[in-house]
């Protein structure tokens, strides 16, 4: 099995909430949606609950984040397009890609909003049928910690895209990398365990592919 990569260099467009200058589909909508860090998909949403619930370091900073009246927006892929840079093209969200996070910057560097992607069917099916509900539960929340706790949030509280908090860079161990400190204080007020490296070793399944 190839698992999946995680790249930045995707522009994603038509996310159907109203964020920032990004064209809408209203017609999906179920309801309105406030807050800070929202999701029409229960699947994340019951994520965020958890993550809300159990961890102080996610309540403080999901805070700070709706006082400064900015949002982070994740969706499935279903609910993006992406537009590749290099020819202008679009397509649908590449379906071997498992998350990814996008400010939406305006006036050049400003950031009042960032999309995160999460891939919770391709999780599903890496998940295997052997995971137990747990399991899987467990690595959503450690993927959506990474992605919105790592990379969108300090977006967000910086509104600027000098707010960048980057993964590991060649040469730099993974858990000296700023997301994926971040990421580790959560894991560690969940009981999650620590990320120690910038592949999938630190998920449940991928003991599974080990065994």
Same mark, same amino acid.
Not at 75 to 102: H, I, S, Y
């Given at each position: 099995?190839?698992?999946?990569?995680?790249?930045?260099?995707?522009?994603?467009?038509?996310?159907?909430?109203?964020?920032?200058?990004?064209?809408?589909?209203?017609?999906?909508?179920?309801? %309105?949606?406030?807050?800070?860090?929202?999701?029409?998909? %229960?699947?994340?949403?019951?994520?965020?609950?958890?993550?809300?619930?159990?961890?102080?370091?996610?309540?403080?900073?999901?805070?700070?984040?709706?006082?400064?009246?900015?949002?982070?927006?994740?969706?499935?892929?279903?609910?993006?397009?992406?537009?590749?840079?290099?020819?202008?093209?679009?397509?649908?969200?590449?379906?071997?890609?498992?998350?990814?996070?996008?400010?939406?910057?305006?006036?050049?560097?400003?950031?009042?909003?960032?999309?995160?992607?999460?891939?919770?069917?391709?999780?599903?099916?890496?998940?295997?049928?052997?995971?137990?509900?747990?399991?899987?539960?467990?690595?959503? &929340?450690?993927? #959506?910690?990474?992605?919105?706790?790592?990379?969108?949030? %300090?977006?967000?509280?910086?509104?600027?895209?000098?707010?960048?908090?980057?993964? %590991? #860079?060649?040469?730099?161990?993974?858990?000296?990398?700023?997301?994926?400190?971040?990421?580790?204080?959560?894991?560690?007020?969940?009981?999650?365990?620590?990320?120690? &490296?910038?592949?999938?070793?630190?998920?449940?399944?991928?003991?599974?592919?080990?065994?």
């Amino acid at each position: 099995m190839v698992l999946p990569r995680h790249y930045s260099w995707a522009v994603l467009t038509a996310v159907v909430f109203s964020v920032a200058a990004v064209p809408v589909r209203a017609d999906i909508l179920p309801a %309105p949606l406030t807050g800070a860090v929202v999701t029409n998909n %229960p699947t994340l949403q019951a994520s965020l609950n958890r993550l809300f619930q159990r961890s102080e370091s996610w309540r403080r900073a999901v805070k700070a984040v709706e006082a400064a009246a900015r949002r982070a927006v994740v969706v499935t892929p279903k609910n993006v397009r992406v537009k590749d840079p290099r020819n202008g093209q679009e397509r649908a969200f590449d379906d071997e890609v498992l998350a990814e996070v996008q400010p939406l910057a305006e006036h050049e560097t400003q950031v009042d909003a960032v999309v995160v992607v999460i891939n919770v069917a391709l999780l599903e099916r890496m998940q295997g049928r052997f995971a137990t509900i747990g399991d899987f539960e467990d690595d959503l &929340d450690r993927i #959506v910690a990474h992605e919105v706790y790592g990379h969108a949030i %300090p977006y967000l509280l910086a509104g600027d895209l000098s707010g960048k908090c980057a993964d %590991p #860079v060649k040469g730099q161990r993974a858990e000296d990398a700023c997301a994926i400190r971040r990421e580790n204080e959560i894991r560690s007020e969940l009981k999650l365990g620590v990320r120690r &490296d910038y592949g999938l070793d630190g998920l449940a399944m991928a003991r599974r592919y080990r065994d």
